[in-house]
């Protein structure tokens, strides 16, 4: 009997037989998996933490502007596309769409300049690649009906293979930084 229990053992180590009724395997030789990450933080620029709000500007006065950072950065090995655009969250429509915004790179040369809700900005990082921003959001309107008004708006940025309008499939990183705008009186 010792003799069997053994031989089987044996049997089975050699065979590579389980208990499985069935088993399936593929091997793909030559294929490589690679994951690139995206970072788009709101940092605080005197000691490197993370925010969670972007833009909290209460009062804003036409001709009056906030200024925030922001720093986009590719960790990993492929080059990464990615967009930016704006998106209403709620508050008054006619005051978000009068708000100006102006993104310029730390070396001053600019990303976009226009409509903060018109904003919609494509580009590519590459290996190693750091953008540092900086986001300058005003009010140019002197309209009495843009007193006391609210806007909510986020920053949406995520990667993309082909095409910005392409659907989240696959490997894919989005990140939001939400802000509200408040108006003042004058």
């Known amino acids: 009997m010792l003799l069997l229990v053994m031989g089987m053992g044996l049997w089975m180590l050699r065979t590579h037989a389980t208990s499985a009724d069935l088993v399936a395997e593929r091997k793909v030789s030559g294929n490589r998996f690679s994951i690139t990450t995206l970072s788009f933080v709101n940092i605080h620029t005197a000691n490197f933490s993370q925010l969670i709000s972007f833009f909290n500007t209460q009062g804003i006065v036409p001709g009056g502007f906030d200024a925030k950072t922001v720093r986009v950065e590719k960790d990993g090995k492929m080059d990464v596309q990615y967009s ?3 998106v209403e969250r709620g508050g008054n429509s006619d005051f978000c ?3 100006d915004l102006q993104i310029v790179r730390r070396d001053l040369s600019e990303v976009y300049n226009g409509r903060l809700m018109s904003m919609s900005v494509q580009d590519t ?5 750091i953008e540092e921003w900086i986001f300058f959001v005003s009010l140019s309107d002197s309209n009495e009906a843009m007193k006391e008004q609210q806007c909510d708006f986020d920053l949406y940025m995520r990667t993309y293979r082909n095409s910005p309008g392409e659907d989240l499939k696959g490997i894919h990183a989005k ?7 408040t108006s003042g009186t004058w």
């Open 175 to 181: 990140r939001t930084l939400t802000s509200t705008i």
């Open 97 to 99: 769409n009068t708000l």
């Open 84 to 86: 930016l655009q704006s």
């Open 125 to 129: 990082l590459q290996d190693g690649d």
